[in-house]
């Protein structure tokens, strides 16, 4: 079956920095994948989203890189401030019964040190 | 908008105590799910529905029961409540299911069953 999961835990960065989080999936037929944000005391968040026909897609500040032939995405964040700490999550659609429904990998907790 | 409200936002239950889970959203999304996310830990789908009087079970069901009888509203019951069960719990709504959708989330319930 599918799963999502993080190499890491946890992350420390220096503010300025870039930070690079990365998510391992295991299902070669996934095509969709989501970083979501998750703040202390909130919901996740969507971040940004990638189909399996690209390779790179870029937002404000953030990039995530799709390797297809290794089964590996990153987030790679620009220059991170002292809001970008949270938890990152990276997610797919079940391609199971429940169709399009998110299936979560564990998080990794990014702290970013002023 | 509201976006996706959550009450309460914290409770200490009994074993055995019941309770309802309440959420609510004003995006006129048809697509709402329930999730529990346990410590340190992504999460996972409790139930969801697709519309009104429409609700299908996700992956870890057991203990639960929902209703979906207006687009707005999702609560999520807990009969008997059991330590397992202790947990914080997100609702979410999209504007659809399937692939390349967009879901969001609200503040979270956490609930300890002692």
């Known amino acids: 079956g599918e799963s999502v999961g993080l190499h890491l835990p946890t992350l420390s960065v220096q503010e300025g920095d870039n930070s690079i989080i990365n998510c391992a999936y295991s299902n070669s037929a996934s095509d969709y994948f989501i970083w979501y944000k998750q703040e202390s005391g909130k919901g996740p968040q969507f971040i940004i989203d990638i189909r399996s026909n690209m390779d790179k897609r870029q937002g404000q500040r953030v990039t995530v890189l799709l390797n297809k032939t290794v089964k590996h995405l990153s987030l790679q964040i620009a220059a991170t401030q002292p809001g970008d700490s949270a938890v990152y999550f990276c997610?797919?659609?079940?391609?199971?019964?429940?169709?399009?429904?998110?299936?979560f990998g564990k998080g990794t907790k990014l702290s970013v040190k002023p | 908008n509201a976006g996706v409200t959550q009450t309460p936002k914290f409770r200490i239950l009994k074993i055995g105590q019941s309770m309802t889970l309440q959420c609510a959203q004003d995006m006129n999304h048809n697509y709402m799910y329930w999730y529990r996310q346990d410590p340190g830990m992504g999460l996972k789908l409790i139930y969801y529905s697709v519309g009104a009087g429409i609700t299908d079970k996700g992956e870890v069901p057991n203990g639960y029961n929902v209703s979906r009888s207006t687009t707005e509203d999702f609560p999520l019951r807990l009969e008997l409540a059991a330590p397992s069960q202790t947990s914080v719990y997100f609702c979410a709504s999209s504007l659809r299911q399937g692939f390349y959708n967009e879901q969001f989330f609200g503040p979270g319930t956490r609930l300890t069953v002692l």
């Open positions: 997610a797919e659609p079940s391609y199971g019964g429940s169709q399009g429904n998110l299936i």
